[in-house]
């Protein structure tokens, strides 16, 4: 397999190709955060060791879409997106398994033996401290171990990781983020949390303002805060300084959630393209004004006030791949 290929196998298709004998870090990798990627390195190193490839093995949907599809999901990383900050690792690709009724109906001895060991001949596995699978997750950390050690294949159990004191973990970044605190998630994801869509039209309210600017619709779930942001935008491989506002419009008409971005010295039709948004800084909570002259004031103010934190985090933007096909 080459070494900049990044394959992505579904477990419903013929086989698993290139990925077939992996040694396989194993978890849902929402936000492919730093506790995710220690797990990573944990099934980078063992694969070495063994001469093998080294892959991710996740899940579609989020199983806790499948179980409370009623309850709304903060995702940190759709799909597309997850599979994007996992090529951007060292990982030779992902193998991305349906989480259905049938799945969830596995028993967690049938998860092993006929999954990991028959479907998928893993040499090795990682897994966080936390992980539990199989039917009413059952499925242990230690059971995983014991099984890997009765079948042939190696485990490494990866313990809890802490950054000053808090655990790094998807639920505590949704929290950072639903609050604002966007240098936080971005310390403990490892990277700036990012967002993508395709521009679309807007108002054009921004134009007659003189900050016209890239519109985005977000997943419906997004719990980020609303407000004003610095943000750094990634058009193909080129990176643009700006600033964003995510909500509602108070001033004008308080309508669905949409993210607006001004870049800075850029001059470019964009409709219809897919555009990276990652998120530097916070910088005010979205406001409704009472004149025109009074917004436009402080537009101004916030654009310096990006200007700024983009200039304390030079180059900061996640590192992506490109996620092929098996």
């Known amino acids: 397999m080459p070494a900049n290929k990044f394959t992505v196998a579904r477990d419903g298709a013929a086989g698993i190709g290139a990925l ?9 990798f929402d936000g492919v955060h730093r506790g995710h990627r220690a797990v990573i390195a944990a099934a980078l190193k063992r694969a070495r060791a063994l001469g093998k490839p080294a892959a991710a093995l996740t899940f579609e949907p989020h199983p806790r879409a499948f179980f409370q599809p009623q309850v709304p999901l903060f995702r940190l990383s759709g799909e597309r997106a997850k599979l994007r900050l996992l090529a951007g690792t060292e990982l ?27 479907r998928f001949k893993i ?5 966080g401290f936390d992980f539990h699978f199989g039917k009413s997750r059952l499925g242990s950390p230690a059971f995983l171990a014991a099984e890997g050690a009765r079948l042939g294949f190696s485990v490494d159990i990866v313990p809890p990781l802490e950054d000053e004191g808090r655990p790094v973990s998807s639920g505590v970044i949704r929290t950072a983020l639903s609050a604002g605190r966007v240098v936080e998630a971005a310390e403990l994801l ?6 993508s869509g395709e521009v679309i039209h807007g108002e054009k309210r921004g134009r007659e303002l003189g900050y016209p600017t890239l519109n985005l619709k977000l997943d419906e779930a997004c719990g980020l805060k609303h407000g004003i942001y610095a943000v750094r935008a990634g058009i193909g491989a080129k990176r643009h300084d700006g600033v964003a506002s995510f909500g509602r419009r108070p001033t004008f008409d308080n309508g669905a959630p949409l993210l607006e971005v001004f870049l800075f010295d850029f001059d ?34 916030d654009s310096v006030h990006a200007r700024a934190a983009l200039a304390r985090s030079p180059g900061a933007f996640p590192e992506l791949g490109t996620a092929g096909s098996a």
């Open 123 to 127: 040499s090795g596995a990682a897994i």
């Open 20 to 28: 077939e004998g992996a040694v396989v870090a194993i978890g849902n």
């Open 190 to 195: 490892g990277a700036p949390w990012f967002v």
């Open 92 to 118: 030779d690709g992902a193998i991305v398994m349906n989480f259905d009724a049938a799945l969830a109906g596995t028993t967690a001895e049938d998860f092993v033996v006929r999954i990991l060991r028959e």
């Open 268 to 301: 470019g039709d964009l409709y219809g393209q897919q555009i990276d948004v990652a998120f530097i800084g916070w910088i005010r909570h979205e406001m409704r004004f009472d004149s025109i002259g009074d917004l436009k004031r402080h537009m101004d103010e």
